[in-house]
């Protein structure tokens, strides 16, 4: 694992609300490398959704540097530059999936791909590839509304991971799940990630989970306690 795929130095985020000044992230030094997995966990408020829209280049910092694979991200000033090195490097997956109501659980993972320019027989065969690994096979042709929530999970993972990402950044991911599906998502996801070698960093506010990972990151107030 000696290949660092996301680092930030000094990083910080400072909003202005009408007259004050709101930090939100303060001078945040983290490395996630490739093959690992890495927990963010901290109380809500404390930053990881920044954190992790900082990291994902959705958001630019107010000072600090970025830097994806080696690349400084954040000497690219032109969203198309940034749009390019995200699309290249990083997959995301959320709390809530996201996915495409109109189109079946196939053409959700698809789509991507073929906006990053990939023809259209090679990237469902990457789709069907990896929703058989989320065993999902059998619901191919399904659109959302007829999945259960686990599933549609499964498949917002199987998209974040359509262009074969170097990074994979998850938001809370089980969030929303029970229990039982839950443990089952996010055992499906680790396996995932640790399949193809990349690196990822989750938050969660599920201990059990955090500790499961490779590596606990904490945030308090803006700043990492833990490393």
């Keep these: 694992m000696s290949d660092v795929l996301l680092k930030t130095e000094n990083l910080s985020r400072t909003y202005q609300q009408g007259g004050t000044s709101l930090t939100v992230l303060h001078n945040v030094d983290i490395e996630i490398k490739s093959g690992e997995i890495v927990a963010l966990v901290g109380p809500s408020g404390s930053g990881k959704s920044t954190l992790l829209q900082m990291a994902g280049l959705l958001d630019k910092p107010t000072s600090g540097k970025i830097f994806i694979a080696g690349q400084d991200a954040t000497t690219r000033n032109d969203d198309e530059q940034r749009t390019l090195l995200r699309q290249k490097y990083i997959g995301f997956v959320y709390q809530f999936h996201y996915l495409l109501p109109e189109f079946t ?25 990896l929703l058989a690994h989320l065993k ?8 959302p509304a007829r999945l259960s929530g686990g599933e549609q999970q499964r498949v917002a993972m199987a998209r974040a991971l359509a262009n074969n990402p170097k990074l994979l950044l998850a938001d809370e991911p089980t969030g929303n799940l029970d229990p039982e599906t839950s443990e089952g998502v996010f055992e499906m996801l680790t396996n995932l990630v640790r ?22 990151l904490e945030l308090k107030a803006g700043r990492i306690i833990t490393y």
């Design 105 to 129: 659980a196939l053409e959700n993972v698809v789509i991507p791909q073929m906006i990053a320019g990939v023809p259209k027989k090679k990237a469902q065969d990457r789709a069907r590839e």
């Design 136 to 143: 999902l096979d059998h619901r191919l042709d399904h659109r």
């Design 195 to 216: 399949s193809t070698g990349i690196g990822a960093m989750i938050a969660t506010h599920n201990m059990d989970l955090a500790e499961r990972m490779d590596r606990i």
